[in-house]
């Protein structure tokens, strides 16, 4: 039997003989497709050929014809009718009843639309006239594989932008309409509610808009869940093109049903996306409707669901940030723009900003794949602007952001000091708010300020803490002197008097300090709803991963530096201990998130707090295992550049350290510290260089992977500019005697290819001054021209080309005449 042709083959065995396919084999891959359209014995046209087959009654013929359409078009676009025959040939093959042709027409009309695109000034219109309705004819294909591919083959005209505009708002529309009618088949409006999901995010705004009504309809859709489902996946895709009026006026009592629905992975696609949704609202209605629904979500009876949330916690956290009282923000690419402040402002006043006012100073943050990108974590917020609706809205010049929303409590121990040598009197609106909050605070809050207090003594120096605590001391000041002023007494008629509206105002005092009244600083911050900064600290509970998540703490770590930058750095006493805690937490992969972003928190808390509270974590992760110290190395020059000049000079003992690794074929460590030290090495004298750098370099230049040796090398030559550059000739010399000892006169070829290459790299870099060079280096590397190895004599080669262009400026050096010569001889 094995001898003996199947069925397939023999068909194929009589095709290639009685219909032409002389060139095709059993797998028809690899192969010119065209073949069919050469002369044989029947005297047609190759536009007659295309035809027999293209219509042929064998459905092999016409799925050839399909796959090769492109190579067809390439053959007969030289004339235009005949393109134009083919093109019309392809409408006809698209009523094809055998749905492999049709398929394999789609999947061949993307790579036609780019050919046409590319030859457009000969061809305007032929795509948009025979292609494009064929795709949308697909659309409602009765084949299930025919509508699959005609959607993918959309999708991806939609990315290049080989369909325009206008074909897409009359011809593509109109048919997604008419498939997600209520009246429609079920499989339909399923796939069209998807690619109408997918589709928003490539149209304009006034596409989406006519879709708008529609997809509110399609989220009540109280008979097929599976709609229900695709609308809440992409339900932030719609809010963020449509905009903030249309989400809150259309979209938002649709998206509190959904986040109610029966079924649970309806509530999760909602969670999934609520960090989206809450980026295209209003701050107000994030704060008061948005919030409460997502806690729903969180105390959600679904683990799923309550998974969801808690993933996306952070990430919501993140919308509430202010760029205009933060002063740092992060934008989409990594780039942190600070936005720089009077003195004023940091004691928390507000001012308009003017033109000087708003530069911006750029720092770019190195990310990796494996840190959190906090891109992810913010919000693409326009920074100006909003600095300037601030600075308009809050008019009160006593404004201070970081502790509450609304004017800060003010030193009133003068005006009390008169109120005791006068009468009762009536007191106006503002003096009764101020008062209020004054009278709630009993002894147990008293005592708790005064712990906030001590807490924040030690971070004195930041001026964000400083305005802090001239608030809260303020405000025991007052308390206290209130205190006194009753133990003299007061008239019982004034008590009697404001009685009613001192005990309504004292509910709204208490409950904005009543934080006070059950922890020290972690809960002191009105930046966000507190139930959401109390459901995030919640993350790092080990009962949460054993009832939601095991990787909760994960995705605490993941998301903290986004919510550090959301409350600011006169917040962090609300993070610290949870930081900690993550800190030391018993799976490595949470330990190597936090070192991956620790220096994006640096940047944040900025040098005081880094060096009170990051500093002691960053030395652990120094001794952690290599999957976290790797993310403490490949940012460490980010994070040394933050900390004071006596403090960063301590690591240069623990550099060595790196060298150091669990498992010594992990050669990606060792290259990551090469590169790190190019960076860092102006962040030391030229003295702690060639001590402590040095020998590091010298190591890592004999190292088993020839990535690490050249990235090495690189190394070496930096130090040796930075040497020159600080006027350290005499180190610079002892460096370059032990380059030669080293190299040059290394018995392994390896080595001594090593010693060109520096010399090179030294040349075109202009490391040092070209008569040292020549006096010092050239007539070693001159003896290496003579290398019995050829990979050392090419690099020595390059060396002396990039010495040789510098010949006119070293004429009087008598060595440099020779090396052009002796180079000639060996060529």
């Known amino acids: 039997m094995s001898n003996q042709l199947n069925l397939p083959q023999l068909s194929f065995f009589f095709l290639s003989r009685k219909v032409g396919f002389d060139d095709y084999g059993s797998e028809c891959d690899g192969i010119r497709i065209t073949a069919f359209l050469d002369a044989g014995r029947d005297n047609l046209t190759p536009l007659g050929r295309l035809e027999k087959y293209a219509f042929s009654e064998n459905v092999f013929n016409r799925q050839i014809v399909a796959r090769g359409l492109l190579d067809v078009l390439r053959e007969f676009s030289d004339n235009e009718n005949d393109f134009i ?220 669901v309550r998974q969801a949330a808690f993933q996306s916690l952070g990430r919501f956290i993140s919308t509430f940030a202010n760029p205009s009282s933060m002063g740092l923000y992060f934008k989409e690419d990594g780039t942190l723009l600070e936005v720089p402040t009077c003195p004023s402002d940091r004691l928390g006043h507000k001012h308009k900003p003017t033109a000087k006012h708003t530069h911006c100073h750029r720092t770019t943050l190195a990310s990796s794949p494996h840190s959190p990108t906090l891109s992810h974590l913010l919000p693409h917020v326009d920074i100006f602007p909003d600095i300037e609706s601030s600075s308009t809205e809050q008019t009160d010049q006593n404004f201070n952001s970081f502790l509450y929303w609304r004017p800060p409590l003010v030193d009133i121990s003068q005006e009390l000091e008169m109120l005791k040598g006068q009468g009762p009197r009536t007191r106006t609106e503002g003096e009764k708010e101020e008062e209020v909050v004054v009278s709630s605070l009993d002894p147990a809050t008293c005592s708790q300020i005064q712990k906030v207090l001590d807490c924040l003594q030690p971070h004195m120096d930041d001026p964000d803490v400083q305005a802090q605590v001239q608030v809260l001391s303020a405000a025991l000041k007052a308390a206290q002197l209130e205190s006194q002023s009753e133990e003299e007494g007061e008239s019982k008629s004034q008590s009697e008097e404001e009685g009613q509206s001192e005990s309504q105002s004292e509910e709204e005092g208490q409950s904005e300090i009543t934080s006070l009244n059950h922890s020290c600083p972690p809960l002191l911050q009105n930046v966000i709803p507190q139930q959401l900064l109390d459901q995030y600290l919640s993350m790092t509970d080990p009962a949460q991963a054993q009832t939601v998540d095991t990787e909760i703490a994960k995705h605490c770590a993941f998301s903290l530096p986004g919510v550090a930058l959301t409350l600011g750095r006169q917040n962090w006493h609300c993070l610290k201990d949870t930081y900690e805690t993550l800190a030391t937490d018993v799976q490595w992969k949470v330990r190597r998130t936090l070192a991956f972003s620790i220096h994006d928190l640096a940047l944040i808390l900025g040098d005081q707090l880094t060096a009170a509270d990051l500093v002691p974590i960053f030395n652990g992760f120094l001794k952690d295992l290599d999957e976290v110290r790797i993310g403490v190395l490949k940012h460490l020059y980010d994070f040394l550049k933050l900390l004071h000049a006596e403090n960063r000079r301590e690591y240069l003992y623990q550099l060595q350290e790196f060298m150091v690794t669990d498992n010594s074929r992990n050669w990606r460590f060792r290259y990551q510290l090469a590169e790190q030290l190019i960076l860092i090495m102006e962040l030391y004298s030229h003295d702690d260089v060639y001590n402590y750098l040095r020998q590091i370099a010298l190591t890592l230049c004999s190292d088993k992977v020839s990535e690490v040796r050249w990235i090495s090398y690189q190394l070496v030559v930096e130090i040796l500019q930075k040497m020159y550059a600080c006027g350290a000739h005499e180190l610079g010399l002892n460096f370059s005697n032990e380059l030669i000892i080293r190299f040059c006169h290394c018995p392994k070829w390896v080595g001594r290819q090593a010693f060109a290459f520096i010399c090179q790299a030294i040349v075109e870099e202009d490391c040092m001054p070209m008569d040292q060079f020549a006096q010092h280096l050239l007539p070693s590397l001159l003896s290496l021209s003579l290398d019995p190895v050829a990979n050392v004599r090419v690099l020595v080669a390059k060396a002396l080309r990039q010495t040789n262009e510098l010949r006119c400026e070293l004429s009087p050096v008598s060595d440099m005449r020779q090396p052009p010569k002796c180079f000639k001889q060996r060529a």
């Open 85 to 304: 025959s083919v093109m019309e040939t392809v409408a006809r093959m698209s009523e094809d009843g055998e749905p492999t042709v049709r398929a394999e027409l789609m999947e061949q009309v993307p790579n036609i639309a780019m050919f046409l695109h590319e030859s457009q000034p000969n061809f305007p219109a032929a795509f948009s006239r025979y292609l494009v309705p064929i795709v949308v004819h697909y659309l409602t294909d009765p084949n299930n594989q025919v509508r699959k591919t005609s959607q993918a083959a959309l999708l991806v005209l939609l990315e290049q932008g080989l369909i325009c505009k206008g074909d897409m708002e009359t011809k593509v529309c109109p048919v997604l309409l008419d498939l997600t009618e209520p009246s429609s088949d079920d499989d339909y409006k399923i796939e069209a509610v998807a690619i109408m999901c997918k589709l928003v995010t490539m149209l304009s705004k006034e596409t989406v808009e006519q879709l708008l009504q529609r997809f509110c309809e399609l989220c009540s859709d109280a008979r097929l869940f599976q709609v229900r489902k695709v609308c809440a996946a992409n339900f932030g895709e719609f809010c963020s093109i449509v905009g903030r009026d249309a989400t809150e006026k259309l979209l938002m009592s649709k998206f509190f049903d959904l986040c109610s629905d029966s079924l649970w992975g309806i509530r999760k696609a909602c969670a999934d996306c609520f960090m989206i949704v809450s980026n295209s609202t209003s701050p107000e209605v994030r704060r008061t409707k948005l919030s409460p629904l997502f806690s729903s979500l969180i105390s959600d009876q679904s683990r799923w």
